[in-house]
Antibody
């Protein structure tokens, strides 16, 4: 059974930093492209970052480019999202998602809440 | 960048059939596979249709997907509506040219 378990969310002040983690199991993590998707409460899904299987290439949505960094540890089956320069508008539930060979964001974690507030 | 447009909300009675459209603003809908996700209140999204028309195991055959190149849109059809189908539904595709994932704005399905 595929499992994606996010952690690291919480309350952080504007301008602060936070690192999210996603522990993966039940599939070949090292072969899978991975993504982070976020959702402001009551709003829609927004893709924010993607990393290919070996970690050598990452792509970001414009609003987080230069502030967020997606990375992975294929030896430990963990995906990361390092967030810095956090703003109130970054407040959202952050989901870790995994591709299959042919389907983007097929599997989803349960999400972790990030709240940016003073 | 391509945008996916969905109706904000749809409603139908139990046992009836509902369709949810997803119109692609640029680029052909046939160029990239479309996925559909269901998100029940308080839960993470889960996939119900992939590669335009395919259902993951465990998704009932009441759920079906299609694309229409003439309207450049994808459609999710749910037949024999049940109260448990009440949820938000999102279409999505991977833009291989821009290397980004595009989601529609979501459609709230109410089963009256």
């Amino acid at each position: 059974e595929v499992q994606l378990l996010e952690s690291g969310g919480g309350l952080v002040q504007p301008g602060g930093s936070l690192r999210l983690s996603c522990a993966a199991s039940g599939f070949t993590f090292s072969s899978s492209w991975m993504h982070w998707v976020r959702q402001v409460p009551g709003k829609g899904l927004v893709w924010i970052a993607r990393i290919i299987s070996d970690g050598s290439v990452a792509t970001y949505e414009d609003s987080v480019k230069g502030r967020f960094t997606i990375s992975r540890d294929n030896a430990k089956n963990i995906l990361f999202l390092q967030m810095s320069g956090l703003r109130a508008e970054d407040t959202a539930v952050y989901y870790c998602t995994a591709d299959t060979i042919t389907v983007t964001t097929y599997y989803w974690g349960q999400g972790t809440q990030v709240t940016v507030s003073s | 960048n391509s945008v996916l447009t969905q109706p904000h909300s749809v409603s139908e009675s139990p046992g009836e059939t509902v369709t949810i459209s997803c119109t692609r603003s640029s680029g052909s809908v046939a160029n990239n596979y479309m996925q559909w996700f269901q998100q029940r209140p308080g839960s993470a999204p889960s996939i119900v249709i992939y590669e335009d028309t395919l259902r993951p195991s465990g998704v009932p055959p009441r759920f079906s997907g299609s694309i229409d190149t003439s309207s450049n849109s994808a459609t999710l059809t749910i037949s024999g509506l049940q109260t448990e189908d009440e949820a938000d539904y999102y279409c999505q595709f991977y833009d291989s040219g821009e290397h980004r994932v595009i989601f529609g704005g979501g459609t709230k399905l109410t089963v009256l």
